[in-house]
Antibody, heavy 114, light 110 residues
Framework: EVQLVESGGGLVQPGGSLRLSCAAS????????MNWVRQAPGKGLEWVAN????????YYVDSVKGRFTISKDNAKNSLYLQMNSLKADDTAVYYC???????WGQGTLVTVSS | QTVVTQEPSFSVSPGGTVTLTCGLS?????????PNWYQQTPGQAPRTLIY???TRSSGVPDRFSGSILGNKAALTITGAQADDESDYYC??????????FGGGTKLTVL
């Protein structure tokens, strides 16, 4: 059974940083692209970033380019999202999702507020 | 900037059939966009109903089906039930690693 468990969310001040983690199991993690998708309170879903199996390619939505960095550790079956220069607009539940957006974690809430 | 379009809201009677659509602000949708469909209830993570245009995820009833209708992707619910009342989202693969979601459709069953 595919399992994706996000962690690392919380309350952070504008301009601050946060690192999200996703522990994956139940599938060959090294063979999958991986994504982060977010959902602001009361809003729709927004794809944020993804990373190729070996980490050699990374793509981002324009609104996070230069501030967020996606990475993966295949030895630890883990996906990460380093978020810097956070803004109020980044407040959302962040979901870890497999490559074709088929399997989803339960999400972790990030709140950016003073 | 291309936008993925969905009906903001839709209503269906219990037992009825409804087709939700997902299009592009410019251009036509094809299977190359690999459309997926999700169902989401408040406070829950999205549940994948359909991936790659028309493949049902494990455990999804066969009253949910995906297709390309004209120039849009479509999700058809046949024999709607009360617990189908949810938000439904579609997503397209736009190429170069980028995915784009529609704004979602709020489905009411009454």
């Amino acid at each position: 059974e595919v399992q994706l468990v996000e962690s690392g969310g919380g309350l952070v001040q504008p301009g601050g940083s946060l690192r999200l983690s996703c522990a994956a199991s139940g599938f060959p993690f090294t063979s999958y692209w991986m994504n982060w998708v977010r959902q602001a309170p009361g809003k729709g879903l927004e794809w944020v970033a993804n990373i190729k199996q070996d980490g050699s390619e990374k793509y981002y939505v324009d609104s996070v380019k230069g501030r967020f960095t996606i990475s993966k550790d295949n030895a630890k079956n883990s996906l990460y999202l380093q978020m810097n220069s956070l803004k109020a607009d980044d407040t959302a539940v962040y979901y870890c999702v497999t490559g074709s957006l088929k399997f989803w974690g339960q999400g972790t809430l990030v709140t950016v507020s003073s | 900037q291309t936008v993925v379009t969905q009906e903001p809201s839709f209503s269906v009677s219990p037992g009825g059939t409804v087709t939700l659509t997902c299009g592009l602000s410019s251009g036509s949708v094809s299977t190359s966009f690999s459309p997926n469909w999700y169902q989401q209830t408040p406070g829950q993570a999205p549940r994948t109903l359909i991936y790659s245009t028309n493949t049902r995820s494990s455990g999804v009833p066969d009253r949910f089906s995906g297709s390309i209708l004209g120039n849009k992707a479509a999700l058809t619910i046949t024999g709607a039930q009360a617990d189908d009342e949810s938000d439904y989202y579609c997503v397209f693969y736009m190429g170069s690693g980028v995915w784009m979601f529609g704004g979602g459709t709020k489905l009411t069953v009454l």
